[in-house]
């Protein structure tokens, strides 16, 4: 007869990583980033996380054109992206759904703050798929 704490011990490591989620890293591809204003007016963007010789890189995206960020870092759940240029950062913890955290500017004098989070792998910016026009424009 087997050892029944081995027996135990087997079924209690194999439930136990059956339950577990896998931790979500900073996933190359598209994302959604949406920050919040004081007055809770949401501004969505684009971004594109993507590897360049080996270093986690962004680019924002407008349109046609994008915004290549190279001062990108991570460690553990944390995810810093710094615009030098912009004077702002986004300092974010990843989450299942996603990055949750803050954009932030530094100013001379003070401080911006705003809410950010993004999620993976959502190519759209202001609407998940267009819907029917309740009318038409044309003349």
């Known amino acids: 007869m087997k050892n029944p704490f081995t027996i135990l011990f087997l079924v209690s490591t194999l439930t136990i990583s059956a339950c577990s989620t896998p931790e979500r890293g900073f ?5 959604r ?11 969505p963007f684009n971004f594109e996380v993507y590897d360049s010789a080996g270093n986690k890189q962004v680019a924002f995206i407008n349109g046609k054109e994008r915004l290549n960020i190279n001062e ?3 460690s553990g759940d944390s995810v810093i992206i710094k615009t030098p240029m912009y004077e702002t ?15 932030i500017r530094t100013l001379p004098e003070k401080e911006q703050r705003m809410p950010f989070t993004a999620s993976p792998n959502t190519g759209w910016r202001f609407a998940a798929r267009a819907g029917k026009p ?6």
């Open 27 to 31: 996933e190359n591809g598209v994302w």
């Open 33 to 43: 980033g949406v920050m919040v204003t004081g007055s809770a007016v949401d501004i």
């Open 72 to 74: 990108v870092s991570t």
């Open 89 to 103: 950062e986004i300092r974010a913890v990843l989450t299942e759904e996603g990055l949750r955290g803050e954009w």
């Open 134 to 139: 309740d009318g038409s424009i044309q003349g």
